[in-house]
């Protein structure tokens, strides 16, 4: 798809004493298109080549808006033309033609100080996917977009970019999430999640799951089979991307986006199906798939537009002088799991390259924090009581000597956090210079959220959360609850805020503060706040 931009006048600041009423507006706005006027506002261009024009499609919004991956002068503008999400084809109900598509940015969510617009191309080829990248925007500010196919209008979304990297930053703030089963729970923390007050979403992988599970709360899975080929995956993201909470979240912020395993399969490992014996090449065929079907429904960059099954999705985004957030990629690179080889030096769970990457970043760093984001459990984890010990095969435990050098290098910058997903539970550790002496110092903390809806409502806590406490004293909590974790950093401290829901097997659960813990700059660990 091709676009182009047209800048405006001077941007002016949008006056931040509206951002709760304007959260508002667009919860409201992401469940339904709205009556939007469109006298002056609009100046479609007429069209040599009518095959483009885009007649007779009715309500193609139905998945939404998103925006994502925020620089201090661009954003990723994403939706997706669906007028039938969940046609069998996996196509959204779209005629088989290319369509044009025109985009705005405003400084108002009335879009009476537009700042740029422009226009893009999209077709089958990408179950036609718009991704803008919106380009001349002012750092720090706040901005509205919305998207237009003929007559029909599409919610609007708020976004915001970045300050540079350098500039000084006094407040960031920002939730994380993970592992959101659409069969196992509804999405009322997305909900409440879209009435936070942000800058940004990181979302820890397990966006769809692939599974063939219906259920017990009438929200089967569609296609009602595991998904293999790629408009199985399309109707899939179509179905999670339908809920109107979901829609709202997305619309509510930009979102930075990394996958975990069930996006592809559950625990697959670089070209190794976990669960199936086939060749390589097999896997990697659906693997292609299902980055394809990813890609279409995310806020990406191009940059991250995958080539067959590779995908580069690991990547850097920093906010002024103050974070700085590493997303990692824990899937497309590491070795096959193996518990007998879980001390093995040559084993990796990140691969050569994107190592290099990350330990570089984290040497030419100049923020105040330093955030590694990624999927599975960071700090050492034994299940089992007394002299016998027992490891996941897929967290970080079963590639113990890449942790310990990640975990020294995590330790030279000025306050290293590392935030994960993956477990469908929250726990807080600090992270230590020996796991296995609890003497030895704390270099970095872990935070770890739990699901939105993965495994149903949860619970405080399970029965064997106590010998995870008792094994593993920099453990410092375990609850299973579902909800996400919100975060607000400054130059003297991060303190993340542990928000639950107490069920998910119906709609309509308030929200609440399970618990607070607060990080000081420059003294890793974690202290807990009343």
Known sequence: MSGTVTPSPAHRPTASAACATRRQVLVAGAATLGAVTLGGVWSPRAHADTTVVPRRIVEPFTLGVASGDPFHDSVVLWTRLAPDPLAEDGLGGMPDRRVRVQWQ????????????????????????AVHVEAQGLRPGFEYFYRFRVGTQISPVGRTRTTTPP????????????????????????????????????VFLGDYIYETAGQGAIGRGHLPRVEVRSLAEYRIRHAQYKSDTDLQAAHAAFPWAVVFDDHEVQNNWADDHSDSEDIPAEEFLRRRAQAFKAYYEHMPLRPAQRPQGPHMRLHRRLSFGDLVDVHLLDTRQYRDEQAPQDRENPSRTL???????????????????????AQQVFFSQRDFVEGEQTGFSDDAWDNYVVERDRVRDELARVRNGVV???????????????????PASATVAT??????????????E?????????????????????????????????????YRVVDYVSEPGAPIRDRARFVVQDGVAGVREQA
């Open 446 to 459: 872990e935070l770890v959220g739990t699901s939105f809806t993965s495994g149903g409502d949860g619970a």
């Open 350 to 372: 990140l691969g050569t390259d994107q190592k290099q990457w990350l330990f570089e970043g984290l040497s030419s760093s100049r923020a105040r924090w330093n955030v590694l």
């Open 419 to 437: 935030i994960t997903g993956d477990v469908h539970a929250n726990y807080v550790c600090d992270v230590k210079a020996d796991f296995d002496d």
């Open 166 to 201: 350098g500039m000084r930053l006094d407040r960031f703030a920002f939730a994380f999430a993970s592992c959101q089963n659409y069969t196992q729970g509804h999405y009322t923390a997305q909900a409440h999640l879209a009435r936070e007050d942000l800058d940004l979403v």
């Open 461 to 497: 806590q399970a029965p064997a959360d106590a010998v995870q406490l008792q094994e593993n004293p920099h453990i410092r909590f375990v609850n299973r609850r579902r909800g996400y974790v919100r975060n607000v950093v400054t130059s003297t401290e991060w303190k993340a805020d």
């Open 105 to 128: 940015v405003a400084e108002d969510e009335d879009f009476g100080r537009i700042v740029t617009s422009g226009e893009v191309e999209t077709g089958p080829e990408d179950a036609h």
